[in-house]
DNA sequence: TCCGTTTTGTTCTCCCGTTCACAAACTCCT
DNA sequence: AGGAGTTTGTGAACGGGAGAACAAAACGGA
């Protein structure tokens, strides 16, 4: 899935583990909120829906930031996962293809609350040019490299049909972004050094379809 | 993440292969469409973006559907993974929240395709009912109940606010279904028997941010 | 100060998934 | 018919993650 080139670093923290200190991150965020000073493992594990020793595990690969005794202090926890993750950074992104998946996430909300900040709206289709999407102006493809030197952006999203999506992935390795997520159908070939996620919606759905086949078949039998 | 009560039926295929088998589905699509008849458990993987063994491995789960020193029939294992998942049966589906992300949803095509038909678009907002969204009227959510006893829904999407999501979950379980995938942030509890998961837009940038970091370091040093 | 209580951080074990490597099986050519 | 070449299916080794269990550490009360 993700391909590193550079040395790593003291610590390396599992796969596995990066993609939950996100989950606990907003579980922190929603305690906070409602008040709540410290917590328990256990506490933070039941809002995160997750396992308290797996949850201790996961938060022992940054340091040591809980009391014996007492359980973690919930803002300083959050900082420390922030900062672990670069959310306290802030991250400019450009999104390719403004159709309605686009749209949708132009206008998330989720992104720009966590340091993702939306410089440019990018599309082929020169009918949609100027149009306004979330506050952002959308403007032709040819711009990327323009846009991308400006900003200084490493994280590009795809959102445009799946055969145009590897002839976007090429143009934003070409301009310096190392960081894709992609939410088009099909494989993106990408140079080591470069990470892509793929998010398939269809994938998400066959996968409950084959589970509730099961669920029926286990009923007649 | 999945919750299992019944009996487990003979073959159990274990869930990381679930994942895939909607991978090497398109993969087997796109070869069919592009003419070819046979291909190889090499060719496959570099189309499903796999290793080859583990391709192989995968459809050991399914049966002995490939013949050795030829390759798989495309149209033939394409039918047989299908069949596999359930993809080749009708899969009735309603979307709650017809927001920015629900109206993606609603348009995305790569549902219809594989099996999944909107049968209803619900919405608690007043001011949304009667609209129409990629040719479906946008409903009141209180028909939830009707419309699953109607088509025989088994499958729930939640593309609803955050504070909301809990509430739609257990209507949807009080009524009879069983699958349902969630757009929403935070953790959703469900009883034994109801398969939940979860696609969270925000994690896979904050992913991605996280290693984005840790190349720009290992640059420095 | 000392003891009981609570909760973290970590060790250990088990299980799942990945990958290698190879025998079995099939085709094609001579 | 037989051998060379190709490709599947699977046994076995390996690595990583999940969960149980416990020692270390902090707090509070007497």
Redesign the pocket.
């Known amino acids: 899935m993700t391909a590193r080139t550079s040395t790593e670093s003291a610590r390396d923290i ?4 990066v993609a939950r200190l996100p989950v606990y991150l907003r579980a922190l965020t929603t305690l906070s909120e409602a008040g709540t000073g410290t ?4 506490a ?1 594990a039941a809002a995160a829906g ?5 949850l ?5 690969y940054l ?10 202090d919930v803002d300083y926890l959050r900082y420390q996962i922030a900062r672990e993750i670069g959310v306290t950074q802030d991250w400019p992104v450009v999104i390719v293809g403004i159709g309605n998946l686009g749209h949708a996430l132009a206008n998330y909300s989720g992104f720009r609350s966590r340091g993702f900040r939306t410089v440019a709206l990018l599309d082929a289709d020169p009918t949609r040019h100027g149009e306004m999407v979330a506050g952002i102006e959308v403007q032709p493809f040819d711009d990327l490299e323009s846009i991308v030197a400006e900003h200084g952006v490493a994280i590009g999203v795809i959102a445009t049909p799946a055969v145009a999506a590897q002839a976007v992935a090429d143009r934003m390795v070409a301009c310096g972004i190392t960081s894709i997520l992609n939410f088009a159908a099909g494989v993106l070939s990408v140079p080591a050094g470069v990470d892509v996620r793929k998010v398939d919606l269809s994938v998400e759905l066959q996968v409950l379809a084959y589970h509730e086949q099961r669920k029926a078949q286990g009923e007649l039998a």
Do not use: I
């Open positions: 599992p796969e596995a583990t917590c328990s493992s256990e933070l997750v396992n308290s020793a797996k201790r595990k996961d938060l022992s340091g040591s930031y809980g009391t014996r005794g007492v359980g973690y």
